[in-house]
């Protein structure tokens, strides 16, 4: 039986490896498009374009890169870890590692669990809106229970960049505009991630990311640059990466972009002084892929080998995908560049990470646990639970929830792409395992779906050509027989694989129905593809396609009810002034068809409210609720802070979300205690349904020494109401949540007027003043 490794067995093996096994320890190596060429993608597209090299060529190469593994250099004890390809891949390398090397070193695997490994859940800007840390933890832990069990011992999250900027695609993979829901978010992921014992088979490491910052990449483009003020930085952007790490995270990712001019991959300020001393992070930093080798093009840099050692120097421990730890660390060292004890220091850190993993005493994973453990009844009950708590009432003209058995028109290319539910980051995940929403809802009710092209491209027949509908026409008779341009029609293939399922559940033995629809449910919005990484858009409003089709379907008089799958906040002015009911649902994951059937059809009360403004235009971007309050503040008057073409305000303000029912704020007190402020609210439902309500309570420092935000959250609470019920909702609203650095960077609060807001939205709160004394 193998003796369990200890910190001082690590300090018997560090004092073994030679100065490549060290830089080994750092490597990790996977199938990275941008490094797995030597040369920069921009060169390889060239070579395309000139002939150099053929699609086929680059699609040959790109599948190579993806099954070399480098086997030789394993052996040598040159890799320390890997991007994870599957169990089956994980065992046969780490036997090399593990029996081959001289060393006998273990390797980890890791991977982008963002959002569930094959059990997708919302996309985390979805799961934010339920503004509920318990869930959070909940869908955590239930992915790293199916990945850790594949093989996975590092997922590439929690992201918890503040994203204000709807534009950035990477909005879709953070918890929304507001720092406090991030750490809160944050957190949670981390300690269902790692479950506090990473050694556990159902635990994986968090890797916090991208420190720090990256949110606020200029004009939302990604990869862009990042500007701002120390005292921006440390009250909006560095708050929710210190609660995820004091959450306990194991490994942090510092982020592509530079701050104020250093590339956070080189950031010793940031990587030493404020991650290890302020923060007291004691865990392993991983690069982002290839950033190391990018520190050239962002111009810090003379070449790979000044790359490798600003970053070990600046405090990076391993070296994702660039190689260039691998190729100049040893070369580095020797030369008395990079000194050998911050080499040491970095490889203690991932040996000290792999003892923790337990990877010293079980390298392997067990192939058929790892099956048994996706997509469990447990699992998928969790992201059934998560995409309810998920979706957003945005409108609702009295036309919802259906009553059960409602025919209805389903028109919309998205309802039948059932891989789309994923979104972005869900690479672990399989087409099959999804259902698509017109397959879903087919099975609840008489559904006839038509495709985007059959709405657009042919006449409506019957009753949806033109004119309102008369409800007491003789109902339509439908035969599966003209369905033909549905199914001639579809867009892509996976349109084309689910193109006929629904209308034959309804319609089994393809005989004539009488089919009288009362309502239009449109899903319409972005495709998986729009958000996340290198997904960011200068126009942010719906497709020209999508708005024909919503219009067109307006024409028909029928209840138009707006079902919005997207990555990100829209631009959505005209459907929030005329469609009859909008939901939105994100990409709201593998029961995403099955939870809005429930939300529609009223077996659901919605209650998930936006962590992410909507804006009315793309030019109103960024666009967020804790705005800081400006000298003109906007007016009827010409020279105040607004535009001339477009509102200030949002279409859907932050907190905002509708439910089946209604609740009444009423006396609302608030009182410093200590150095505390202590506010009390009556929430109500005075409506018909039991529901949940998201509670949110906002601080406002009229009078300070620096500008303030017009307001900022200061704590939530989500809590179940029957209808006709009261509860009495408490805050602690510490001191920190009205504290700010002033102009010499000094943090504290002042004497003087504190407003306490609190309500059901960022907009629509009670107020009460508190005369706040500094009690110091
Ligand atoms: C680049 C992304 O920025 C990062 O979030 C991700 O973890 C890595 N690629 C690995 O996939």
Redesign the pocket.
């Known amino acids: 039986m193998e003796m369990k490794m200890t910190e001082e067995g690590i300090g018997q093996l560090l004092a073994q490896m030679t100065l490549e096994e060290k830089a080994g320890q750092l490597n990790q190596k996977g199938p990275s498009m941008v490094g797995a060429f030597g040369m920069s993608m921009d060169e390889i597209m060239q070579m395309v374009e000139d002939g150099r090299m053929t699609m086929q060529d680059l699609m040959d190469k790109m599948a190579g890169a993806k099954a070399d593994y480098y086997e030789d250099d394993l052996r040598a004890g040159k890799i320390g870890s890997y991007?994870w390809a599957s169990v089956e891949m994980c065992n046969y390398l780490q036997k090399i590692a593990v029996e081959e090397t001289r060393l006998h070193i273990p390797l980890f695997f890791g991977y982008?669990v963002v959002h569930g490994f094959r059990t997708i859940t919302p996309i985390p800007l979805g799961e934010s809106c339920a503004w509920d840390a318990a869930l959070w933890e909940e869908t955590a832990r239930m992915s790293a229970r199916e990945a850790a069990a594949n093989g996975v011992k590092m997922t590439?999250a929690p992201?918890v960049d503040v994203a204000k900027d709807a534009r950035w695609g990477r909005i879709a993979e953070s918890a929304g505009e507001d720092a406090l829901l991030n750490g809160d978010y944050g957190a949670a992921r981390v300690r269902g991630f790692q479950n506090h014992d990473l050694s556990r088979p159902d635990s994986m490491a968090a890797c916090v990311?991208?420190f720090a910052a990256y949110g606020a990449v200029e004009s939302g483009r990604d990869y862009s640059r990042v500007d701002m003020s120390e005292q921006k930085f440390r009250e909006e952007y560095l708050p929710s990466y210190a609660k995820a790490i004091g959450a306990g995270a194991a490994s942090v990712?510092p982020a592509?972009n530079d701050i104020s001019g250093i590339p956070c991959s080189v950031n010793r300020k940031l990587l030493r002084d404020i991650l290890r001393d302020e923060l007291h992070f004691d865990g392993v930093t991983v690069s982002?892929?290839n950033a190391i080798a990018e520190c050239v093009n962002h111009g810090i840099a003379e070449d790979r080998a000044d790359a490798a050692a600003q970053a070990l120097s600046a405090g990076m421990d391993i070296d994702?995908n660039a190689g260039c730890f691998a190729d100049h660390l040893v070369s580095l060292v020797e030369s008395g560049r990079v000194s050998e004890k911050a080499l040491d220091e970095a490889v203690r850190r991932v040996l000290r990470l792999k003892m923790k993993m337990g990877l010293f005493e079980n390298p392997y994973f067990d192939e058929k646990a790892a099956a048994a453990s996706i997509l469990t009844t447990e699992n998928l009950a969790v992201a059934r639970k998560a995409a309810e708590e998920s979706m957003v009432l945005l409108k609702n003209e009295g036309v919802l929830p259906l009553k059960e058995g409602t025919p209805v028109i389903l028109a919309g290319d998205l309802a039948d792409m059932a891989g789309q539910l994923a979104g972005t980051w869900s690479y672990g995940s399989k087409a099959e395992d999804f259902t698509s929403i017109r397959t879903v809802l087919g099975k609840e009710t008489a559904v006839k779906y038509l495709s985007t092209d059959a709405v657009l491209a042919q006449p409506l027949p019957g009753f949806l050509t033109g004119g309102r509908h008369d409800r007491s026409d003789d109902a339509e008779t439908w035969s599966n027989a003209d369905d033909a341009e549905v199914r001639n029609n579809p867009d892509d293939a996976e349109a084309r694989s689910n193109a006929d399922d629904g209308e034959a559940q309804n319609n089994p033995d393809g005989a004539s129905i009488s089919f009288k629809p009362e309502a239009v449910i449109a899903v319409i919005g972005e495709t998986k593809a729009e958000s996340g990484?290198a997904s960011s858009k200068s126009d942010i409003s719906l497709s020209a396609r999508d708005m024909a089709l919503f219009r067109k379907l307006k024409e028909t008089g029928l209840p138009v009810i707006a079902v919005l799958m997207n990555g990100r906040p829209m631009a959505i002015p005209e459907l929030a002034k005329s469609a009859d009911a909008i939901v939105e649902i994100w990409a709201p994951g593998i029961e995403g068809g099955e939870a809005l059937a429930e939300l529609l059809f009223g077996r659901i009360n919605p209650s998930g409210k936006l962590t992410t403004t909507f804006p009315y235009a793309s030019g109103q971007c960024p666009l967020y609720y804790d705005h800081i309050s400006t000298g003109r503040p906007a007016g009827r008057f010409k020279f105040t802070s607004k535009y001339l073409d477009a509102p200030n305000e949002p279409v859907y303000p932050f907190g905002f979300g509708l439910s089946y029912t209604n609740y009444t704020y009423s006396e609302l007190s608030a009182v410093q205690k200590g150095s505390n402020i202590e506010a009390d609210i009556t929430v109500t439902n005075s409506g018909q349904r039991d529901g949940d309500e998201i509670v949110q309570c906002y601080v406002h420092d009229p009078a300070a020494r620096r500008v303030r935000p017009v307001k900022r959250l200061a704590g939530y609470r989500r809590i179940h109401l029957k209808a006709g019920e009261s509860e009495r909702v408490h805050f602690t609203i510490t001191r920190d949540a009205i504290s700010y650095y002033d102009a010499e960077m000094h943090y504290g609060t002042d004497s003087g007027e504190i407003e306490v807001l609190i309500g059901g939205s960022s907009e629509d709160t009670m107020k009460a003043a508190v005369d706040y004394r500094r009690a110091d």
């Open positions: 991007a982008d590439f992201m990311k991208h990712m592509f982002d892929s994702m990484e």
